[in-house]
């Protein structure tokens, strides 16, 4: 089992002087300490559980951009993109310019988008979720279209493309790995079998987990797909830094499960101290699971 940084929340003390500094340090000590994979949010205002639009909030490619350039290992990605907030082709581009400069790090972590406030409160329009649904699947389509290096016309319910084109292409092969957040059983987890490479599930208990793999292996023998390929995540919260014999023990169900990378926000007021606890005291023990 490995670990997913998720670097959600910026408000630290002092942030208004250091919110660059404190976010280079924690990639910095992820990327050598051997976490797997760095995540930010595609967010423009900051949820509401952590304060809301009055808290800081950096635009989510923009980082990962910054990112690539300080990094030298780390899977990047937003955890994750909102359907809502970027047109598929544009969003196909950008992903592709990531992977592009980070040699081969991007994935284009995707979902229906949730957070209404933000739309509303930047003027982006918001679609009811039977259509953000919609637009999700189209926008799998497109982005796998486009990597498959397909330039034939796109013609979509939502979306239309005269010349899907993108060059140069991604620098991993067939094409950057997809995952799609969420576990909703008959949509989402349906579109995780039919176009990705990886999910990223919520469940606390591994009974709830355990069901929510099963659905999707349903979909995958309905698809066609490979079940055993797909790239099984799930966030998790607490601080395992407080007790790791006990977080580590929490953790060997799931792995027993296939749960291969589980994703946690770091805790405390210092990212960077909690991640150089986790890669010294965690990080090797959870590789064992």
Not at 30 to 47: E, K, L, N
Not at 173 to 201: H, W
């Amino acid at each position: 089992m490995r670990l997913g940084v998720h670097y959600a929340n910026f408000t630290h003390p002092g942030w208004e002087h250091r919110l660059a500094e404190r976010l280079t340090e924690t990639a910095r000590v992820a990327d050598q300490g051997g976490v797997a994979q760095f995540t930010v949010m595609d967010h423009w205002f900051q949820m509401e559980m952590l304060g809301g639009p009055p808290e800081p909030m950096l635009e989510g490619y923009t980082t990962l951009g910054y990112l690539a350039a300080i990094t030298q290992n780390l899977r990047l990605s937003l955890l994750v993109t909102g359907v809502t907030y970027r047109h598929p082709g544009l969003l196909a581009k950008t992903v592709t310019t990531l992977d592009v400069l980070s040699g081969g790090r991007a994935m284009l972590g995707i979902g229906a988008a949730w957070y209404d406030r933000e739309h509303l409160g930047l003027g982006v329009p918001f679609p009811s979720t039977s259509e953000r649904f919609e637009r999700l699947e189209e926008t799998l389509q497109i982005v796998r279209q486009m990597w498959s290096g397909d330039t034939s016309p796109y013609e979509g319910k939502h979306y239309q493309l005269a010349e899907p084109v993108v060059v140069p292409p991604p620098v991993q092969q067939p094409r950057p790995p997809i995952m799609i957040g969420g576990s909703g059983e008959r949509k989402t987890l349906r579109m995780v079998a039919q176009y990705a490479d990886a999910c990223n599930i919520f469940g606390a208990e591994p009974t709830d987990v355990e069901h929510k793999l099963d659905v999707l292996r349903g979909h995958c023998d309905d698809a066609g797909t490979d079940y055993d390929a797909i790239e099984k995540t799930m966030l998790v919260s607490g601080d395992p830094t407080e007790d790791p014999d006990a977080f580590l023990g929490s953790m060997a169900p799931f792995a027993a499960l296939g749960i291969s990378l589980i994703t946690m926000m770091p805790a405390g007021d210092d990212p960077m101290a909690w991640t150089t606890r986790m890669c010294e005291d965690v990080v090797p023990r959870l590789a064992e699971l």
